[in-house]
């Protein structure tokens, strides 16, 4: 076994981050619609939360945000001029529209890729698959810049692999690794790969949500296994349980989280609980499986939406598990009464932190959605381009950089001002310069 380390890759929140409602079956993100944004403070809170992480020993990265408003996409769809008359004629004609092409969505980066350990695949490669986001337009513009930047990051081929995204339609569409969960023994250990959906593409007899849209498929979920050379043994699929989404459980990672042998999950999560448990004992090696089940007597789903419980980073310490959880844990009763007996409980998770990430949690996002985790072995880790890791200069550099680009407020109607274009543009421009990634963005190829 080589010696691993899980690193987690924060996206670093956008300057037009904004509250336009997109997200139908998210209810964090339509129950916010019009809000007033922050976008300067969701960007401090981000970097807060990667540098005490990081502070604390783990290793910790930045993805950079996507170029927003996307006139390149409102130009595919027949608006003309310059940059400024496209801006201003959408808005006239569709002020829905110029929020779709502003969202600063790529800052949740569990939905950017799936990404399989070399411990996992078949030819001992890390591989990476951009999730094509399909069931919504907003996100379904990522995937083409994510994948830039992922190869920007793990060019060295001789250990990183990286498939395009599949093919943008409803019967495959993929959500990442907020469906996609790990459980091992050690990191670079061999693992078992659990890939949850939410709907069965090619099958309608299938059970599958009434209210709200499952947005990964099986069959998606099957082929990205496919594409990265996973074997029977490294991978388990589980359909998500239908009332959940429709109690707002969008993605997986919204009602169960897995680290090492430790899978903490609420009863609702799982169509069928026992199967998928037995499916993960029976290929799991050198551990037991540690299932940490959550009740709905102790946590009703509706608490858990709301708190965002199963949306928290669980790490590795010296001494047992830190799951790391935003702060609306703690406003939510049943879930503070919850915490505060589960690290006294004698279990595998046995200290909670607080983080602070408001900002993107109205728009559904908690600590888990802004991350996406990648296991590296050292040799890995050494090939991987360094200058978007975590250090304290990076971190002095990165806060100093948003305070001077980005704004304190952002409405819905000033999505439309050509300056925003601009200084976004600049602060981008600038961000590729200090993280060292070359050229990433349509402004700049
Ligand atoms: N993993 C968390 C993703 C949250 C994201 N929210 C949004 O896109 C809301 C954007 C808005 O409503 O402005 C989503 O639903 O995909």
Redesign the pocket.
Known sequence: MKHAVEANFDGLVGPTH??????W??V???S??DAVSNPREAALQGLAKMKRLADRGYVQGVLPPHERPHVQTLRALGFEGTDAAVLENVLKTSPSLL?TVS???AM?T??AATVSPSADTADHRVHFTPAN?S??F??SIEHRVTGRSLKAIFSDEGYFAHHPALPSVAQFGD?GA?NHTRLCNGYGDPGVELFVYGQEAFNEQAPAPGKYPA?QTLEASQAIARLHGLSDRHRVFAQQNPPAIDAGV??N??IAVGNGNTLFYHDMAFLDEARVLSDIRSRLTGAELEAVRVSSEEVPIEDAVASYLF?SQLLNTPDGMLLAVPGECREVASVRRYLDELVRSGGPITSVEVFDVKQ?MR????P???RLRVVLNDDELAAMHRGVLLTDELYERLTIWVEAHYRDQLSQADLADPMLLDEVRKALDELTGILGLGSIYDFQL
């Open positions: 904004n509250y336009a409602g997109l997200s079956g998210n964090a993100s339509r916010n619609v929020a969202s600063a969505s949740w569990a939905n986001l069931a919504k907003h996100r959500e907020a947005r969008f993605h990672d919204v949306n993107s728009n559904g996002g908690g888990a959605c802004l």
